[in-house]
């Protein structure tokens, strides 16, 4: 058996990093695409590797040779790459095609080298390797019968999302054997490029064989195995966090702050969302008006606090929409310009809104960190504002509403501003959560500055949605300055003109992640290495006291089962302590963290 790859082509789409060299020549994390695609080659039983080259190709050849590692290298050259696609590539080396069993690649794949391994493994002769569709692929796909028999391939024009489900992607990696190649394929390659000319693509000979004979050609279906097909710059960026290092991969997932839906086998215990919500039929509803909401212009910032003072049930002139929380508490510290107490560890959007320069800091001197009113009484001596985030973020702990307005009417009489935060306050329980967004609460209190994220508590972090309630009008006035008359989408509008039919199933949904997290306190309790903080939030903080650093067990869990959580190593107040975040996700997806916990203490 050799192996056969195609890189004669241009790569344009990745702009710069193929402006004086092949596509298979950019690095992934430093190593060359070609050196991954040979090295995985190299060790498995062929006999030669075929290249077929053209933009840039005799520095391709002159960075390969025609040797590598003890194989031997031959080149075909494709003198007219601009001018064709892979099926003209494909038909200058038909000849090795019945030379021998062949493995067919194309050069701008990654992979794991055990793909390669199962596919000489596979006792078929004939096989494509295919994965389940997902939203980032593009191009050919496939549908197999129960046999795993390809029945059809489905070119672009023909993809229709309403089936996708049904769909598996090429990867672009074959096995055919000579005497299928010499024939079936290559009459029907010949043919092909005879008729309808060399701007074709070699998938879709295989696609025209399925409407006139009998394939007798295998899918090879991927499952967790990694591999990426990269086009562009994005491809790049993503193959680089996919195939990462140890000791770098979780460094790559943590600086992009989000966006893993690009990541579908990421099972993503970091980020804090609600997953009882949106229901099923909210859902519908966004979508029967998808067209209309991406065509059109959201209203401006009126007619968003308008929307939000109706869902929350307090003036107009209380409320402000933000484009999420985050851009409500940088315009808060643009408009106070007071010092602020805040109580480590916290969440670290606001001392870094606020600058840290004008935050004092105050460290619960116990291993769970929490606190009291009266504790937090003596530390606002010293301060303008205080910070009180209920839950907090990311100790869990939790002050009733009786002990908030203890400590609001102190403050108050203090003259000092509560910056209170209460995005995680819907998960305390039907019998603990409340709000203090309440128009004669915050008229009797302006110096009472309510932050709440929709996003989180919701479970529309991608509408991007915030608000911020106060009684001061002038406070509010100077806050909304700092916003854009546009600052939210017609998604996130929407959201807020239909919640209202959908509050009652917000709440069960609330009460049932609030079930849920407590079944999972007490399984997640029985891991021998970490001692988890009791939480009234959708997340525990969990010490690690055992076997690992937290570093060390994140690491882990991201490299060995794609199981993404958060390492608090840096924060303020973990300094030479191991403490970790675990998110509350659904009773599935919270029993899949548990087992691979327990796989782990097994070991």
């Known amino acids: 058996m050799h192996a056969l790859i195609l890189a004669a082509g241009m790569g344009k789409r990745l702009g710069e990093y193929t402006k004086n060299q092949t596509k298979c020549m950019v690095r992934v994390n430093g190593v060359t695409l070609i050196e991954r695609a040979l090295d995985a ?88 390797v295919v994965a389940p569709f997902e939203s980032w692929m593009d191009g050919t796909v496939t549908v197999l019968n129960e046999e795993n028999d390809i029945v059809s391939f489905v070119p672009k024009k023909g993809f229709k999302w ?35 000319g060399n701007n074709e693509y070699y998938e879709q000979v295989l696609r025209v064989m399925t409407y006139i004979d009998n394939l007798n050609l295998k899918a090879f279906k991927l499952t967790n195995e990694k591999w ?17 290092d140890f000791e770098n991969e979780l460094k790559m997932y943590q600086k992009r702050f989000g966006g893993y839906w690009r990541f579908p086998k990421l099972k993503d215990f970091c980020y804090l969302v609600n997953p009882y919500f949106p229901n099923e039929k909210m859902l519908d509803e966004f979508k029967s008006n998808f067209d209309v909401l991406l065509s059109e212009y959201p209203s401006g910032l009126n007619t968003q606090n308008l929307l939000a003072s109706k869902m929350f049930g307090c003036r107009v002139q209380q409320i402000l929409v933000g484009n999420g929380a985050a851009e409500l508490i940088r315009g808060v510290f643009k408009a106070f310009k007071g010092t602020v ?75 000092k501003y509560l910056i209170y935060d209460e995005s995680f306050v819907d998960f305390a329980g039907e019998d603990a959560m409340f709000t203090l967004i309440n128009s004669e609460l915050l008229e009797s209190n302006k110096n009472l500055i309510v932050i709440k994220s929709i996003s989180k508590s919701y479970g529309v972090p991608g509408a991007r ?117 675990i998110a509350v996700r659904d009773f599935e997806d919270n029993n899949f963290i548990i087992s691979k916990l327990k796989e782990i203490e097994n070991n």
């Not at 086009?231 to 193959?239: E, K, S, T």
């Open 465 to 581: 949605l915030g608000v911020l309630a106060n009684g001061d009008i002038d406070l509010i006035a100077k806050i909304r300055s700092e916003l854009s008359i546009w600052n939210i989408n017609s998604f996130g509008e929407y959201f807020l003109q239909i919640i209202g039919k959908y509050q009652d199933r917000y709440a069960k949904a609330c009460v049932k992640i609030s079930e849920e997290r407590d079944r999972f306190y007490e399984e997640l309790s029985k891991i021998c290495f970490l001692r988890v903080i009791p939480t009234k939030a959708n997340y525990f903080l969990c010490e690690v006291t055992d076997r690992f650093t937290s570093g060390e067990l994140t690491r882990l869990l991201l490299n060995k089962y794609s199981i993404f959580i958060k390492d608090c190593t840096g924060k303020i107040a973990f300094e030479n302590k191991q403490y970790v975040r």
């Open 228 to 244: 990426y097909e990269i086009d562009d710059v994005q491809d790049l960026d993503i193959a680089e966090v996919l195939f990462a």
């Open 41 to 128: 080659l190299v060790n498995i039983d062929i006999s030669k590797i075929i290249l077929v080259v053209g933009y840039e190709g005799e520095k391709l050849r002159e960075f390969i040779g025609d040797n590598y590692k003890g194989i031997k290298v031959k080149y075909v050259f494709n003198d007219v790459y601009n001018k064709t696609n892979n099926i003209y590539s494909l038909g200058l080396a038909s000849e090795y095609l019945a030379e021998d069993d062949t493995i067919l690649l194309e050069s701008d794949l990654i992979f794991e080298e055990g793909i390669l391994h199962k596919v000489i493994q596979d006792p078929n002769p004939n096989i494509a």
């Open 341 to 415: 107490g805040v109580t480590f560890p916290t969440f670290n959007e606001y001392p870094e809104s606020a600058g840290y320069d004008r935050v004092k800091k105050f460290i619960p001197k116990n291993d769970d960190f929490s606190y009291t009113v009266d504790e937090l009484k003596e530390f606002s001596k010293d301060v303008d504002a205080l910070l009180l985030i209920n839950p907090d973020n990311p100790s869990g702990h939790f002050m009733t509403k009786e002990e908030v307005l203890d400590l609001l009417v102190y403050l108050k009489a203090e003259n």
């Open 162 to 196: 309403n089936n996708c489900k049904d769909y598996y992607k090429t990867v672009n990696i074959y096995k055919f054997s000579k005497e299928f190649s010499k024939n079936c394929y290559i009459p029907f390659l010949k043919a092909y490029i005879q008729a309808l």
